[in-house]
């Protein structure tokens, strides 16, 4: 079966850096995304990981560990606007199927 | 710039009828996904099409089919809707990688 773990939720202050974490254990491995959903919005993409690393987008970053089934989603100099859920994603196969986590909620607070 | 839409917002049906909830695409992608997304369970694959006339299910296509004539439309059937099928309904399309998602359809069935 397919199974991609992210904690619920998570608090943090503005300015400041939050790392959310991703394990994942899927019958394969094709990449990994991270989408940001607000609230009533429909999720919009981040980044994608399909090597091993850090890959870097402005204040957003995802690293990937594909021995170890984990991934980060890094967001420094948070923003109110920052509150969303964050949504980890494994494609397994091809087609760009995915699996999706139940997402973890961000809320960011002055 | 990239266009999913969907045909409704937010939807109201009664149990038993046929419900149809239609995506269109307007970036030439060849595949297309419904997703339904529910609190506490994520966004789950019900369907998707990665060709004019070709489906595949996901992991809940009970209770659901789908259409897809043209390529630009991927259409979304609910052949007897019941209770349990009250949901967020997501469209998405993609060209390679990154999902490209409508704004979903709010469906409740009472």
């Known amino acids: 079966g397919q199974n991609i773990d992210q904690p619920t939720e998570m608090t943090a202050t503005e300015g400041a850096i939050v790392q959310i974490n991703c394990t994942y254990q899927t019958s394969g491995f094709n990449g990994l995304f991270w989408y940001q959903q607000h609230a009533g919005e429909a999720p919009t993409f981040l980044s994608y990981?399909?090597?091993?690393g850090l890959e870097e987008k402005g204040r957003f970053s995802s690293f990937l560990s594909r021995s170890k089934g984990y991934s980060y989603l890094l967001l420094k100099e948070l923003q109110m606007k920052d509150s969303a859920s964050y949504l980890c994603a494994v494609s397994p196969t091809g087609f760009q199927k995915l699996v999706f986590g139940t997402g973890t909620r961000l809320l960011v607070s002055p | 710039d990239v266009k999913v839409t969907q045909s409704s917002r937010y939807l109201v049906k009664r149990t038993g009828e046929k419900v149809f909830l239609e995506c269109v695409q307007d970036?030439?992608?060849?595949?297309m996904f419904w997703y339904r997304q529910d609190p506490g369970l994520g966004l789950r694959l019900i369907y998707f099409s990665y060709d004019v006339k070709m489906k595949e299910k996901g992991d809940i296509p009970e209770g659901y089919s789908v259409s897809r004539e043209k390529k630009e439309r991927f259409s979304l059937i609910l052949e007897s809707a019941s209770t349990n099928q009250t949901s967020m309904y997501l469209c998405?399309?993609?060209?390679?990688?990154?999902?490209?998602f409508g704004p979903g359809t709010r469906l409740t069935v009472t």
């Open positions: 990981n399909v090597l091993d």
């Open positions: 998405a399309s993609t060209p390679k990688n990154e999902q490209y």
């Open positions: 970036m030439d992608h060849e595949n």
